[in-house]
């Protein structure tokens, strides 16, 4: 599925801001959520997330291949924090720790930051698109 670009261009302002979650869950179904702060859209398919820290999130990804990541992009207004807009993309996943595409992500993540560690990019072939924005239509399947 293509993203809109303006949702990848929301995800990109969330992220600066570290307001991204994926999410995933065991074989038998216990649920992670953790914060994520590295990653791109590789395409207008596919999402890529950087394995700094993952272990539960790794873990869970290589028993049940299948991921949620969230993102809201959020301001303050007159002394309140509000949400102009907000997604989860959910789609199948693939974990690679060698290749062309992972060694241009790591050699991008350490151009930001030498100490990150880059055990495996994940990438992420969107399937689905909701609004998680607060109003009526959250929770809605947007594509």
Avoid: C, H
């Amino acid at each position: 599925m293509k993203v809109p670009e303006n949702i990848r261009e929301a995800y990109s302002k969330a992220l600066k801001y570290r307001r991204a979650v994926v999410g995933t869950a065991s074989r038998d179904g216990v649920p992670n959520a953790v914060p994520i702060g590295v990653g791109r859209f590789v395409d207008e398919e596919r999402l890529a997330l950087v394995d700094n820290y993952f272990q539960k999130t790794r873990k869970n990804l290589e028993e049940n291949p299948y991921a949620a990541v969230t993102f809201w992009v959020s301001e303050e207004k007159e002394g309140k924090i509000v949400t102009n807009e907000g997604y989860q993309l959910k789609g199948r996943v693939e974990i690679q720790e060698t290749g062309e595409l992972y060694e241009r992500i790591k050699a991008e993540t350490k151009a930001i930051r030498a100490d990150f560690p880059v055990k495996a990019i994940v990438l992420l072939r969107v399937e689905e698109i909701y609004d998680v924005k607060a109003g009526p239509t959250a929770g809605k399947r947007i594509l």
